[in-house]
């Protein structure tokens, strides 16, 4: 039994890196397509908030190349549109039919952001990719996909990472982390746990929007999750 109608999935741009250093790796795309395939059979509703991180990563790269910093997170909302697109392609070639929805206008490659349009795409069941973060510096885009789920009435706001939840310490560094299997909102700020942004925390804790972390890269993760198996980290 399916658990919920409508979910958003947030995909870091390091989702899209598959084994390489930096880009986008085709191979993954393809696999993020098929589980995505898997789930939209089931009739749920599917929107995503892809970053950029493989691409340029907004703050950071600022600083590297003595950026103003509004100009760096500029490129890496530009940066999320490829990502958008490339994952479009990918949908497109498993026969799932996809809208790209972009914060910063560009009417040539994709629609404008329109709650009310995605929303009626979403009931359409083509899945909408929501690119160009919120469309402001300083804003994460893990603070776009806590927006963007509230606004359309997402029943769980998803990450994808590529760990299996969230954890006391990053698991890739040290391997005597242990996983979190529940924590409330406060817990996630309190210990400044880094699986995403305070402010997309605080927007989730304010609209009571359940948030569950885990790994992507896993077959059959996401449907299981549909179907109320108890994988990742929920937060709420």
Known sequence: MKRYKRILLKLSGEAFLGGRSHGIDAGICAHLACQIKEVISSGIEVALVVGGGNIFRGAPRSKEFAMERTVGDYMGMLATVLNGLAFQNALENEGIHSRVMTAIEMHKIAEPYIRRRAIRHLEKKRVVIFVAGTGNPYF??????????????????????????????????HKNAKMFKT????????????????????LCMENKLPVIVFNFMKKNYLKNIILGKNIGTIIK
């Open 183 to 202: 924590l409330k909102y406060l817990d996630v700020l309190k210990r400044e746990l880094k699986i995403m942004d305070p402010t997309a925390i605080t």
């Open 140 to 173: 994460t885009t893990d603070t776009a996909a806590a927006l963007r789920s509230i606004e359309i009435g997402a029943d769980i706001l998803l990450k994808g990472t590529k760990v299996d939840g969230v954890y006391t310490r990053d698991p890739l560094k």
